[in-house]
């Protein structure tokens, strides 16, 4: 590192000349770029190591790793280690061998130690905290445990092993939770363990998978609104990015009755205490995060009470997430730097950042919300196992006056489509491939408000999702392909990968 480099970075015109500059090769090794999306436009060596290929060869900072169908995956990890291994092949400097080039920094959503084994092996350094910690923290026992501790209590609630309707009863009567609850497993998609329970009948359907557990969380029942925030914990302090609404559950989007399905970031979303409050109770969870050795990214659920309008910790993902697109390509990032910035700051023993974090956090709170921007992740909600017959490129589409999506020009820029009347589409599976309940079809990026009170999609949401729906086809499958498909392999990109 030379002197120039090693310079303070007092402002945020220094910290764009650095990434500008830096000679670090920085991968991001993924089933699709999605959740770092743009970073290739800040950072001087960023590429993006992915599996599907959403933009068809057509992104310059896509590595594309072939899928030679010679295995099943059955986990994100799982792809990652393949991408790794296949993608970064001869970039790093094997154990042993020394080298004066700088180590190739890789970034995932999820990693495993077998993961950092091999990249111990190809001399590839991961830019993110060790594996054991991040599973740690990723438990939602833990995050209860360092909310309280961090002073941002959660939802009332207990933690308990619990093996009948019988036990789930006298332990919420104990803990005045009331007559209907949520409970929890410590880990998986909301979406897929979370459970809302009112009676034994709604207990007996899950009741296998809570008696498996060691303990759960069961919660009182709450009128709440969702909201999502990222922030980064660093040495320098914990810089906080913006408040954005969740769109959860809504069947047009998703199967999943709890599952996390949208997002949107636009001034009157929430009253100014309530952006205070979380910015207030993330900084602290960031503190409580970096006392206990975790650094970087992650991202925090908050939930409303709108009887009361008290903030509570719903999660807390230590990682980079499916909100990381909007907070990076935010109209606040564009005229500063993105958030995950400081991350990558975080991980560089070669600089001394003297930007003022709560002069960030402050500039944040009063502009991070301007501009209005959304996003929807359209999941496949048939139970049959279909062809996908039509699927739309990814690019900036623009709604016609029936309602129609028209494609304006194939590309891979969120922020070239910026209009009210356009929308960005980030496609996922194309024709030829097989969609099954779950599956992750598109994301689509508009600029206008698609929410409603209740976290599902409002007139306008809904009529922007029957125009990407317009843009798919599907068939059934005939029987000799469903004999040849036991099973299917598809990468799932959810807001915190396929168990959440």
């Not at 800040?42 to 190591?49: D, E, F």
């Not at 830019?127 to 941002?152: F, H, M, Y």
């Not at 498996?212 to 909201?227: D, H, L, P």
Request: net charge negative; proline share 5%.
């Amino acid at each position: 590192m030379t002197q120039e480099t090693r310079r303070p970075l007092d402002s945020i015109d220094r910290i764009r000349e650095y990434f500008a500059a830096s000679p670090v090769p920085y991968r991001f090794i993924s089933a699709t770029n999605f959740n770092l999306m743009g970073l290739h436009e800040w950072v001087a060596h960023w590429l993006n190591v992915n599996l599907v290929d959403c933009y068809d060869g057509a992104h310059p900072q896509v590595r594309l790793v072939a899928d030679d169908r010679s295995r099943d995956f059955t986990s994100l990890e799982e792809i990652n280690r393949h991408l790794l291994e296949h993608g970064l092949a001869g970039e790093g400097s094997p154990q042993g061998e020394k080298s004066d080039a700088p180590a190739p920094q890789a970034l995932f959503l999820f990693f495993d130690e077998s993961i950092e084994e091999a990249c111990r092996r190809m001399g590839v350094r991961i830019a993110l905290p060790p594996n054991r910690l991040v599973r740690e923290i990723d438990s939602k026992i833990v995050t209860t445990e360092l909310g309280d501790q961090a002073g941002v209590p959660s939802v009332p609630n207990r933690l308990a092993k619990i093996g009948s309707f019988a036990e789930l009863r006298r332990v919420a009567a104990q803990a005045g939770l009331g007559e209907r609850w949520v409970v929890q497993t410590a880990y998986g998609d909301s979406g897929k363990t979370t459970f809302f329970i009112d009676n034994e009948v709604d207990y007996l359907k899950v009741a296998r998978k809570l008696s498996a557990e060691a303990q759960v969380k069961v919660m009182r029942r709450v009128n709440c609104r969702g909201t999502a925030i990222e922030a980064c914990a660093t040495r320098w302090g914990t810089f906080v990015g913006p408040l954005l609404t969740e769109l959860i559950g809504d069947p047009g989007l998703t199967p999943y009755p709890g599952g996390w399905c949208g997002n949107e970031l636009y001034p009157e979303a929430f009253p100014a205490a309530i952006r205070q409050q979380a910015q207030e109770k993330t900084e602290a969870l960031g503190r409580a995060l970096y006392q206990r050795g975790y650094r970087g990214y992650f991202e925090v659920d908050y939930l409303i009470d709108r009887d009361t309008g008290e903030l509570y910790l719903g999660e807390l993902n230590p990682r980079i997430t499916g909100i990381s697109a909007m907070t990076n390509l935010s109209d606040f990032s564009a005229r500063t730097v993105p958030l995950f910035l400081f991350h990558l700051l975080e991980y560089d023993d070669g600089v001394d950042l003297t930007l003022d974090v709560e002069a960030f956090n402050r500039a944040m709170l009063a502009q991070g919300a301007q501009g209005i921007a959304a996003q929807m992740i359209l999941k496949h909600t048939e139970e049959p196992l279909q062809m996908i017959t039509a699927a739309p490129v990814s690019g900036v589409y623009r709604m016609e006056a029936n309602g129609g999506l028209k494609l304006e020009r194939p590309g891979y820029d969120r922020r070239a489509a910026l209009g009210a009347d356009e929308a960005f589409i980030l496609r996922i599976l194309t024709a030829g491939e097989y969609a099954y309940k779950g599956a992750d079809l598109a994301i689509l990026f508009v600029n206008q408000v698609i929410g409603n009170d209740a976290g599902r999609l409002g007139p306008t949401g809904l009529k922007w999702l029957a125009g990407l729906k317009g843009l798919f086809g599907f068939r059934a499958l005939d029987a000799r392909e469903r004999a040849l498909l036991a099973r299917v392999r598809t990468p799932s990109i959810s807001k915190s990968g396929p168990a959440r």
